[in-house]
């Protein structure tokens, strides 16, 4: 571990890995699971029954969770087959009692663990890296989504926002629930060769009553969220696949009324105005073969996304929100660059977005895929001109391929953003990872940035970005993650995102993991050491030194949580400013600590919540944080959330304080699976704002979508400025429909 010994003056300069280290190809062997062709066509009904089913044998299942490598509670009956068209999956699920089978959910994408699922996650490219995830459940809901890097980072390596075309099928029981699944192999980008096709696949049974995870094949518990780890999926083999090259078009039209208010030309008081909204586009995807796909966008439209959450911001960093908008999320794992934390050379929300205000997007173009054994993503979007931003391109190219083992590979990325105005700014970056020995990786990525009126050299460590990070990946026993950061005083991603500007620094974290057995309530626990220090890297001045111990549990029933001790020693070089502008913390040296915790009950049950606090010393003074996020589910067709975030902040030696409320309503009603309505309130007494958002949808089925939205600001406080603020700061009413038509 000594590379985060670096020197602060020379930080990588002689870094270019070894990862150029290895551009020799892959030298590792499989044994593959080989899926049946399936010998007659079957009736797509939820009920895996016909002669050819039987014909399938059943795969082999372990639980996961919560006693890893036990027998199964309940019988399960899982099989996979497959024809030229699609990939199947069928499951006989019983119960000894079925009055313990949980049918909760039907609204397209619906994630909560609150119902029992049958879950298939495959790496289509058998990178043992990325994947797609395809979930049902009784109701015959369907939830799609990916992961990217192995799910090293589940905060954010997984998520349900992608979608695409396939079926499921379920059928309630008086001894369980069983279902079909079936993927067309044109929803999939996969490489064959001399007419075999190699994939990465994991099923899963999940049972609420129980908090069971069952699944084929068996994994390890010593890694968290095993389950999904495209590394450890069994690796499936299909002879002789000849799919239809599908083309999916998917014009949209959209129209609405739009009301705001203006100041009039004396700025004496607000003027409420109208306007009609209407506007239409189209997407369009085309498999150019297995594995490569292109999707092209004219007049991309985001009008139905779900709002942000609003959040205050007692940090010295910068708040990171994440992507919403399906077009950017879907296969984004082939564009992630990332430098940990949020910090990512490409954060596809510069585009198209504006101080979170939408700017328009003439259209784009992606293409994804495989080119031999390079791994491809390429992206280009052209914006409109937006109040004094001039209108822009934007564009990245993505490629990795493996080296050495199944786990490594070697990539680079470039992006560009380019102004009608002539104003440019470029980025390259290198990177790499290595399974160094048992499940230790180490990653290394660098990267540089270009741009007009500045000093472009490539040999310049000022508008360079290093990371290198060394990490054992496991559960169980010892741990470790140990990373060096540099950033450059004059690197500027343009299409990228900095939680912080030009700093320098390292962190360590290291843990020690047990599962106490079956005779525990406990599942698993494990207490962590986290220490980081950043220092500017102009100054070389120390900015912050982090220490943090924790104690983390998860218990059998689905319950977690954790207590840390922090300590922070903070040097501010310019004052601080807090929250939305409500205090500011002078220039100067701080040493403080706080205690911190948080508890999760188990979300399977029908009344599940969160609750997190915070409460000690805060620089100069005190602070005192709570979150909670209470969930009912009332039958399988309501599902109600509240949100509350408490801060209260005081500096009693600068008689100076203030409070933040932010409070949350989520609301969703199903029907059926193919309509829903949301609603999404949100109350932050720092701007004084109602936020709503209501969205209902029919979706008969995938790429046919009616959207109603309506969107409402609400001013709590209109006196608190002259002239007076009108009630409401804007109101949209807004239908979109979209139809897919295939070819």
């Not at 993650?481 to 690197?491: I, K, M, P, Q, V």
């Not at 900095?498 to 962190?507: F, S």
């Not at 220490?547 to 040097?571: A, H, Q, R």
């Not at 004052?575 to 403080?592: C, H, I």
Request: include cysteine.
């Amino acid at each position: 571990m000594n590379f985060i010994l670096i020197k602060k003056s020379q930080p990588a300069r002689y870094l270019l890995i070894g990862a150029i280290l290895l551009l020799a190809g892959p030298c590792y062997s499989q044994e593959y699971y080989n899926v049946p062709r399936l010998n007659g066509a079957i009736k797509f009904d939820g009920v895996p029954d016909e002669k050819e089913w039987h014909a399938v044998e059943e795969v082999p299942l372990v639980v996961y969770l919560p006693d890893s490598g036990a027998e199964p509670s309940e019988k399960s009956i899982l099989k996979i087959a497959y024809d030229n068209t699609y990939i199947y999956i069928g499951a006989c699920l019983y119960y000894g009692d079925p009055s313990d089978m949980r049918a909760i959910g039907k609204k397209r994408d619906y994630s909560m663990p609150t119902s029992d699922w049958l879950g298939v996650f495959i790496d289509s490219f058998n990178d043992r890296e990325n994947s797609m995830m395809f979930w049902t459940n009784p109701n015959g809901v369907r939830t799609d989504g990916t992961t990217k890097n192995d799910v090293a980072d589940p905060s954010s390596d997984f998520g349900f926002s992608w979608n695409t075309f396939w079926d499921a099928a379920s059928v309630i029981n008086d001894r369980g629930w069983s279902a079909e699944i079936r993927i067309p192999f044109s929803s999939l980008r996969f490489q064959t060769t001399d007419n075999e096709t190699i994939m990465g696949l994991t099923l899963v049974r999940y049972m609420p009553s129980t908090g069971e995870f069952i699944t084929f094949p068996s994994v390890s518990a010593e890694f968290p969220n095993a389950y999904m780890k495209a590394s450890l999926t069994a690796p499936v083999r299909f002879r002789n696949i000849s799919p239809r090259k599908t083309v999916y078009l998917s014009p949209y039209l959209s129209g609405g009324v739009e009301r705001f208010n203006e100041l009039n030309e004396s700025g004496t008081e607000y003027v409420a105005s109208t306007k009609a909204k209407y506007d239409a586009g189209a997407d369009l995807k085309y498999s150019l073969t297995n594995n490569l796909t292109l999707d092209v966008t004219v007049n991309t439209d985001f009008a139905q996304v779900e709002a942000d959450d609003q959040k205050i911001n007692l940090t010295r960093y910068s708040l990171y929100f994440p992507e919403k908008r399906v077009f950017f999320l879907e296969k984004a794992d082939v564009f992630d660059f990332s430098f940990l934390g949020g910090n990512n050379l490409f954060y596809s929300r510069r585009i198209g977005l504006s101080d979170g205000q939408p700017v328009r997007i003439y259209g784009g173009a992606r293409l994804t895929g495989r080119v031999k054994e390079w791994d491809l993503g390429v992206l280009d979007m052209q914006t409109a001109a937006f109040d004094d931003t001039p209108g822009e391109n934007f564009g990245v190219i993505r490629a990795k391929r493996k080296i050495l083992n199944k786990n490594s590979y070697l990539g680079t990325m470039v992006t560009s953003r380019l102004g009608t105005d002539g104003t440019y700014n470029l980025a390259y970056g290198l990177d790499g990872q290595v399974r160094v020995v048992g499940d230790d990786y180490l990653t290394v990525r660098w990267a540089q940035t270009f741009e007009n009126d500045s000093i472009n050299r490539i040999l310049d460590l000022a508008p360079s970005r290093l990371l290198l990070n060394w990490v054992r990946r496991k559960q169980k026993g010892f741990a470790y993650d140990l990373a060096y950061t540099w950033s450059g005083d004059r690197f500027n991603p343009g299409i990228g995102f900095e939680i912080k500007d030009n700093y320098q620094g390292w962190r360590a974290i290291s843990q020690y993991g047990w599962f106490p057995g079956q005779e525990s309530p406990l599942r698993y626990h494990k207490i962590m050491l986290t220490g980081y220090t950043f220092w500017n890297t102009a100054t070389r001045l120390r900015e912050t030194v982090n220490t943090v111990m924790t104690w983390y549990f998860e218990g059998k029933k689905g319950n977690y949580g954790d207590i840390s001790l922090n300590w922070l020693l903070e040097d501010l070089y310019d004052e601080l400013t807090l929250g939305n502008d409500q205090a500011s913390v002078p220039a100067g040296r701080y040493s403080f600590a706080y205690l911190s915790g948080s508890y999760y009950t188990a979300y399977a049950n029908a009344l599940s919540a969160g609750f997190t606090a915070e409460a000690g010393r805060f620089y100069d003074g005190t602070k005192i944080s709570i979150y909670t996020a209470p969930t009912l589910n009332i039958g399988s067709d309501i599902d109600i959330g509240l949100t509350y975030s408490f801060d209260y902040v005081t500096f009693r030696s600068r008689n100076a304080s203030f409070i933040n409320h932010i409070a949350g309503f989520k609301g969703l009603w199903t029907l059926t699976t193919k309509t829903s309505l949301i609603a999404f309130i949100q109350y932050n007494t720092a701007v004084d704002r109602i936020g709503s958002n209501l969205r209902f949808r029919y979706n008969p089925r995938e790429g046919n979508d009616l959207y109603i939205v309506w969107d409402e600001g609400l001013v709590t406080n209109p006196g608190r400025e002259i002239p007076r603020l009108p009630l409401t700061s804007g109101r949209t009413l807004l239908l979109k429909y979209t139809y897919t038509f295939r070819f």
